[in-house]
């Protein structure tokens, strides 16, 4: 049990059903699901708590009590700060650990979507030889699947900034734990689903679970917590992605919001128009440079592209309904509607 696998992900729809999923292909480890962020949380609060507690108002005092006993003046004495980890460390063994071992699996771990930096490195305190995969995807593309979801609305009052705030938050700080994670590997959701042979063998060397014992089926059953196709953005959607400060992060992820026309932003009944691409390249550019030179909002940029955009008759204006459908490819898992 002190093998753990924890799949952390940058927000929802990034894919990390599929990857828990595939660990659970295996029969090596089961992979519990979300539990709203609660357990790692509170349970990380109170040991960064109890620490400052012990090294100030607590310190020595428990060493003076060993010494003295109850002649001493000990009225912050407590177990040193190892009882309280190894009682961390037996709450998900017991929880989490012995009932995948009830159920014939190894191995344990969870997914969540909701922990960054500080969470990580507080599991890897509890378990120095866990394994941690970081998932990633294209902000728009999250967004867009997001949006055809019930708990788009109960989650972020179905409020685009909100959640695309999660997701540069989030991101952000997985990356930081990336550097300072010991076991861990990076993975982008566009690239599992383009080359996911390449990322088995990856996932398999993370977590030394044998290559062999993934089920490449898992590929072909497509899953979905949605029950609609991923959604056409709008102008606010749009406003929402034009923050620099997330621009800036998914740059640092290999997302290149400049360059990329988004799918599903094309004209109404024809092809994509490359008038219109370059436009949104020369827009986010420009904006970009503004939101820099005056004020750093970016309010600015994105209510400007989406103007652009809506002028040319390239995107949905807020008011408008999606369609019902996007055809899909049968053969192969939709990019953009994640499991």
């Not at 310190?59 to 700060?81: D, T, Y």
């Not at 997914?111 to 294209?138: H, M, T, W």
């Not at 982008?188 to 060397?205: N, T, V």
Request: hydrophobic residues 35%; charged residues 25%; contains cysteine.
């Amino acid at each position: 049990m002190d093998q753990p696998i924890f799949i952390l992900s940058a927000g929802g729809r990034t894919g990390s059903t599929l990857v828990q999923r595939l660990f659970l292909s295996t029969k090596q480890a089961l992979i519990w699901g979300e539990h709203k962020g609660l357990l790692v949380s509170g349970l990380g609060e109170m040991l960064r708590g109890i620490k400052k507690w012990l090294a100030a108002e607590g310190r020595g005092q428990l060493e003076l009590f060993e010494k003295s006993g109850h002649q001493a003046f000990i009225p912050n004495v407590n177990p040193n700060l190892q009882a309280f980890l190894s009682a961390s460390r037996q709450f998900f063994d017991e929880s989490l650990g012995k009932e995948a071992l009830r159920r014939g699996y190894p191995r344990w771990g969870f997914k969540e979507i909701r922990y960054g930096c500080q969470e990580a490195l507080f599991l890897q305190e509890l378990y120095p030889d866990a394994s941690f995969v970081l998932l990633f995807r294209n902000p728009r593309d999250c967004l867009r699947s997001v949006k055809s979801t019930s708990w788009y609305n109960k989650d972020f009052g179905r409020n685009p900034r909100t959640f695309l705030n999660a997701w540069t938050r989030l991101s952000r700080d997985l990356l930081t734990a990336s550097a300072q994670l010991r076991r861990s590997c990076i993975v982008r959701y566009e690239e599992l689903i383009e080359d996911y042979e390449r990322h088995i063998e990856l996932l398999s060397h993370t977590s030394g679970i044998r290559l062999d014992l993934f089920d490449r089926s898992v590929f072909a059953k497509r899953l979905s917590g949605s029950m609609w196709s991923p959604r056409k953005l709008d102008s606010a959607d749009i406003a929402a992605l034009g923050s620099p400060e997330l621009q800036h992060t998914a740059v640092k992820l290999g997302y290149s919001l400049c360059d990329e026309f988004p799918p599903g932003l094309t004209p109404a009944g024809g092809p994509p128009d490359h008038h219109s691409d370059r436009l949104v390249n020369s827009i986010f550019a420009s904006g970009s440079r503004a939101a820099r030179d005056v004020d750093r909002s970016f309010f600015g940029v994105g209510n400007l592209l989406a103007k652009a955009l809506r002028a040319a008759g390239i995107i949905l204006s807020s008011g408008e309904k999606p369609p019902s459908s996007l055809h899909r490819n049968p053969g192969r898992m939709n990019e953009s509607d994640p499991v």
